[in-house]
């Protein structure tokens, strides 16, 4: 195992502990499906948002889902729209339903662009750059971005997510306007990146 590896898995374990909370209460995802309508609108009624600014919800860790709204809920993110919209999950048990019917969907897939750009995005995914210092993503987000294993929420689905939003989000944490990634984990990757780089990893993971 690289040390890199370690590390990361150090940090999760970290993680979990300190959010144990997080790990309690599974959802009902059948409960969720009907509580889900007030999302639908904007987030697709299985979890498929059309509009590429809005982030696809099928298949993404239930845990992921319970914590992002808390984080908008707590003002640890914020989102012109979605800020205003966390509190329309309801109670805690309401999100953990909403959470698991998101989850229990099929997993997020796009349609595969083939193009230099995405070629290049692919090589960033997979090997990183270590000349200047970019981890690569499968580390932590796991063979097609389709997360690090079934049982570990804190690394997101992102294989198969809208490229928009990929690249807005990925900008955020660059500019540190999203600061919610656990122990700055996400946005010591952002950092490095330049435009291009965003670009081009965004049109890769988008087609996956
Ligand atoms: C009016 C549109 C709208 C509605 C309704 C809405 N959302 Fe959102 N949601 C957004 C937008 C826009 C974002 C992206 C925010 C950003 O760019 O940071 C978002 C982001 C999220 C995220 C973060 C996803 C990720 O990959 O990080 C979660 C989770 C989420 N919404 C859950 C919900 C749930 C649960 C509901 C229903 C209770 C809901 N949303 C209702 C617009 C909406
Ligand atoms: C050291 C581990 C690590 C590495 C390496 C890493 N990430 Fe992440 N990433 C995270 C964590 C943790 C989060 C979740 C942040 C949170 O909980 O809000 C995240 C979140 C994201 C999100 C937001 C998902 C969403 O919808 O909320 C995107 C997009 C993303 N990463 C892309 C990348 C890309 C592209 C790379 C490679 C260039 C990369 N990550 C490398 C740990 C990592």
Redesign the pocket.
Known sequence: MSVFKQIVLLLSTMILLSYGSLTQAAGDPVKGKVK?A??A???GKDGNSLAP???K?SG?YADY?VK??NDFLHKK?S?P??SG?AA??GSAKD?AD?AAFFASQKKMKGTQVKSAKAARGKILYLKGNSARGIYACVHCHGKNGKGASKTNPFF?VIGGQHKV?LV??LK?FKLKK?TNDPAGMMAAVAIKMNNADIDAVSEYLSGL
Do not use: E, T
Request: hydrophobic share 50%; net charge positive; with cysteine.
């Open positions: 889900a007030a999302c609108g904007c987030h600014n809005f982030p919800l993404q889902i992002q709204v993110r989102d729209i979605m919209m329309m999950a999100l909403i997101p939003y807005k989000i955020d999203r």
